[in-house]
């Protein structure tokens, strides 16, 4: 199964712009894919944030602030969650997912994001 | 509002089984699929399976084939996730998370969540 990798950790300041990775493996490719973002903090369960597919195929959890939105670098393999105007709120894990077929889906490990 | 109510925590013993319920409200059952993701302590997020109270039609991630059973109650729009032969390391939260209805496939985004039932496998 195809897991996708995301960096254990990642920090960034307030009202900076934080970019997240979710790098699939390279036998497949992320422009096959929407890429589903989730945010979790401590003692909740997660939240949908949005997912990507391409600039014309993309859409927005209900109530996610427009500062969070998803990217993706195809020369790299990986889809991007771009936090603009860091808040203190924003401090969380961020868990990515991939529908690779009909029969399941799949999380990336999650990444740590420190707003310092 | 969309609502996802799950059942109370649970002590198990190794090598029995759990069923953890998830009660739906303020949406329409039938539209939608409902997953079961689970976290172990400190870890990642880990989906189980899902199902389609529509169709009945489940699937099952492949590392919990046959220790799985999903299960759904259009009467009281309840759905249902049995886990058995339990180890500790099935020590964890285990979500309910309303997923879509895509064809008769159970599709992503899942976008409401119940708040997670932990279940603890303690001998």
């Known amino acids: 199964q195809p897991v996708p990798t995301q960096p254990p950790s990642s920090s960034a300041s307030p009202g900076e712009s934080a970019r997240l990775t979710c790098t699939l493996p390279?036998?497949?490719?992320?422009?096959?894919?929407?890429i589903y973002w989730y945010q979790q903090k401590p003692g909740s369960p997660p939240r949908y944030l949005l997912y990507?597919?391409?600039?014309?195929?993309?859409?927005?959890g209900s109530g996610v602030p427009s500062r969070f939105s998803g990217s993706k670098d195809a020369s790299a393999n990986t889809g991007l969650l771009l936090i603009s105007g860091l808040q203190s709120e924003d401090e969380a894990d961020y868990y990515c997912?991939?529908?690779?077929?009909?029969?399941?889906?799949?999380f990336g490990g999650g990444t740590k994001l420190t707003v310092l | 509002q969309v609502q996802l109510v799950q059942s109370g925590a649970e002590v198990k013993k190794p090598g029995s089984s759990v069923k953890v319920s998830c009660k739906a409200s303020g949406g329409t059952f039938n539209s939608y699929a409902f997953n079961w993701v689970r976290q172990a302590p400190g870890q990642g997020l880990e989906w189980m399976g899902g199902i389609i109270p529509l169709f009945g039609t489940t699937k099952n991630a492949q590392k919990f084939q046959g220790r799985v059973t999903i299960t759904a109650d259009e009467s009281t729009s309840t759905v249902y996730m049995e886990l058995t032969s339990l180890t500790s390391e099935d020590t964890a939260v285990y979500y309910c998370?309303?997923?879509?209805?895509?064809?008769?496939?159970?599709?992503?985004?899942?976008?409401?969540w119940g708040r997670g039932t932990l279940v603890t496998v303690s001998s």
């Open positions: 390279s036998d497949i490719n992320v422009g096959d894919y929407n």
């Open positions: 997912m991939i529908w690779p077929s009909s029969s399941y889906v799949i």
């Open positions: 998370a309303r997923g879509q209805n895509y064809g008769d496939h159970v599709a992503p985004p899942f976008d409401h």
């Open positions: 990507y597919h391409s600039d014309l195929d993309k859409g927005q």
